[in-house]
């Protein structure tokens, strides 16, 4: 089985996750991108959806489902989005897709985080894919000072503006022993709106699809 045809599996895997009638948490990614085509069929059967990009809102409003803001959602039975690593605790880098401010938002809100992901995502220790940063665009270089601190070798993402308007620093070569401690010491660099790392609130379920099938770590 080719990469694609993981995300597509695991992709379709999370639909039993969504309840009937409820406000699905959607995430952004190619892995996503299938959820929302899964979630097609079943679109009648579901209130609507809260959307984590304007890429995946648009998408979403394409096949007919109802976006809802955040602010008039009080609570998210799941959360469904990719990773681009996760180790077995369930520990996560996202934002590949420059959308992780307001991914760890939905995820915030949502009672269950479902990761789908394909086979080549997991890791032992995160950090070979560089830990992306959305800054603040007038404190992107005292940030970035802050990092190479920390051990941290920042990169300027050329050329990104996130959906709200901030820019991204991509981290190479940390080696991430702790990462909930270094989630938190990112986030208290002024400047810093929120990093990639999904540690102190990470995945709940993590669907892998793989060539045996699709495999659940919850
Ligand atoms: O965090 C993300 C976007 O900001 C994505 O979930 C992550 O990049 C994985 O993407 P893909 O499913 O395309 O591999």
Do not use: W
Request: with cysteine.
């Amino acid at each position: 089985m080719n990469q694609d045809d993981k995300k597509k599996a695991v992709a379709q895997a999370a639909v039993r996750y969504v309840e009937q009638g409820s406000i699905v948490g959607v995430g952004t990614g190619s892995t996503v991108n299938y959820f929302i085509e899964a979630l097609a069929p079943i679109k009648n059967d579901i209130a609507g959806a809260v959307s984590s990009s304007e890429a995946s809102t648009e998408r979403l409003k394409a096949l007919g489902i109802e976006v809802f803001d955040l602010n008039s959602v009080d609570q998210l039975s799941v959360y469904v989005d990719g990773a681009d690593e996760i180790t077995e605790h369930r520990h996560m880098i996202k934002g590949g897709g420059a959308a992780l401010t307001r991914e760890k938002i939905v995820a915030a809100v949502a009672q269950k985080f479902i990761c789908i992901i394909d086979d080549t995502k997991n890791v032992d220790l995160l950090g070979a894919f560089p830990l992306p940063v959305e800054v603040i665009p007038m404190a992107r270089s005292y940030v970035a000072r802050e990092i190479v601190k920390l051990g941290g070798d920042p990169v300027y993402r050329q050329g990104v503006v996130t959906d709200n308007g901030n820019v991204i620093l991509d981290v190479h070569n940390l080696t991430i022993l702790n990462p909930v401690e270094l989630e938190r010491q990112l986030n208290n660099i002024v400047g810093v709106v929120t990093n990639g790392l999904f540690a102190m609130r990470g995945a709940d379920v993590v669907l892998i699809g793989s060539d045996e099938g699709i495999q659940v770590n919850e």
